[in-house]
């Protein structure tokens, strides 16, 4: 059978069984202890945590054996502001999900799963969704049998695993570029650490104390305004009316991620964005931090930070991540940090010969960086503009004994 003769199956006819969390949550709480199993929640997979990330929970063994995540398993949330954004469980886990979420369990006689999982990334799919969406405003939310009428076109199963052996591949390496990241910020991390914490390059001379506790001779404890630069006063925020339409180029900012995509841009290079109002600690108390590059735009929701007298931008960036700022928040309803307290925020400044040392050091380190956050947008560009022309048929995978 060739992909134009290919079938045109609901995920209702595509899976072995479709369930939601209900009575698994209902028996599982989130514990704050390693209790051995965790449980995935609507946050979980819209937020892309790692596993490690998930919440612990405690459930009943009957309960465990119905709702337990195995290869394969696409979850897709079912409630909330991101209704419909789904997730693909690459292997068996030790976890169950929560009553936000359905579980879509693939008949491997019928599909392969990681095609109906690319499916669910269409454009196509997502008007399904837009259409059974209910509930009110805030709290959308859809019903199982709803989601099940959505229709796949599916070649035959090499055919699709072909097309999903494409698109993993380009995930894979994604997912690569992402751990070589998050081992690179542990690396700037632990380097700034033994250097401005245990200050193991020093222990042979001389210290003395400080507000801050012991610290080398010729060091002193200062303001973060005398090394920061900070230009709030270039921000324009945008309404969501007022950036509809825009062609979607460069990356619009608010205090923790990118928004939304405009047509312009205010500023250009490498700079820091901490987050001023609403959302502005995580819960170890650090602050809501971003470092970006290139061309972008910045609500008026994050301060926009550059380094100055010598202290780079990722200096500041290994310094302000792992930085306690709790004690200059304002607000109890509406957390904020002003510019003056943030300024007046005490850290230490070394001797500047020692400030140029790490720049250098972490200026290789965060140039890799960036290099692979690049090469992972490229992918992505690459995958999305693939995957509909893929799933159509418009490209066609070769495949031995399918033409």
């Known amino acids: 059978m060739s992909f134009d003769e290919q079938n045109e199956l609901t995920l209702a006819q595509a899976i072995e069984s479709a369930n939601t969390g209900l009575d698994a949550i209902k028996r599982a709480p989130i514990v704050s202890y390693n209790s051995g199993t965790r449980c995935l929640r609507i946050q979980d997979i819209s937020q892309s945590k790692e596993f490690e990330n998930w919440g612990f929970c405690e459930v009943e063994t009957k309960n465990y054996d119905k709702f337990c995540l195995k290869k394969g398993d696409i ?212 602050p809501f931090l971003q470092y970006v590059w290139g061309k972008f735009w910045v609500n008026n929701h994050a301060h926009v930070i550059k380094g100055k007298n010598g202290f780079s931008e990722e200096y500041l960036f290994t310094l302000l991540k792992k930085t306690n700022v709790r004690s200059i928040i304002t607000g109890a309803v509406q957390l904020k940090i002003n510019q003056g307290n943030l300024c007046n925020l005490r850290v230490l400044i070394p001797e500047s010969n020692v400030v140029e040392k790490v720049n250098l050091i972490l200026k290789d380190i965060f140039t890799m960086y960036r290099k692979n956050i690049e090469e992972s947008r490229s992918l992505i560009e690459t995958r999305d503009s693939l995957l509909p022309k893929l799933m159509s048929g418009e490209i066609r995978v070769p495949v031995q004994g399918v033409s």
């Open 75 to 286: 979850m897709v949330a079912r409630t909330g502001a991101t209704i419909g954004v789904n997730f693909l469980i690459r292997e068996n886990l030790k976890a169950v999900y929560n009553n936000g979420l359905i579980r879509l369990r693939i008949n491997n006689q019928v599909a392969d799963y990681t095609y109906i999982y690319y499916n669910l990334r269409c454009n196509n799919y997502w008007g399904h969704i837009e259409a059974i969406s209910g509930g009110t405003s805030t709290q959308p939310n859809m019903r199982i049998n709803a989601l099940l009428d959505y229709k796949i076109l599916v070649p035959p199963i090499p055919q699709q695993k072909a097309i999903a052996s494409i698109l993993s591949a380009l995930d894979e390496k994604i997912e690569l570029n992402n751990r070589i990241n998050k081992n690179l910020e542990e690396m700037a991390q632990a380097i700034f650490k033994s250097w401005f914490v245990d200050f193991e390059p020093f222990q042979d001379g001389e210290f003395e104390d400080s507000e801050l506790g012991r610290i080398p001779k010729g060091w002193r404890v200062g303001y973060l305004g005398e090394i920061i630069e900070l230009y709030d006063s270039k921000r324009i925020p945008l309404s969501s009316r007022q950036r509809e339409g825009l062609d979607k180029k460069y990356p619009y900012y608010g205090a923790t991620s990118i928004m939304d995509y405009v047509d312009k841009y205010i500023f250009d290079g490498i700079y820091l964005l901490l987050g001023e109002d609403g959302s502005v600690i995580d819960e170890n108390e650090y």
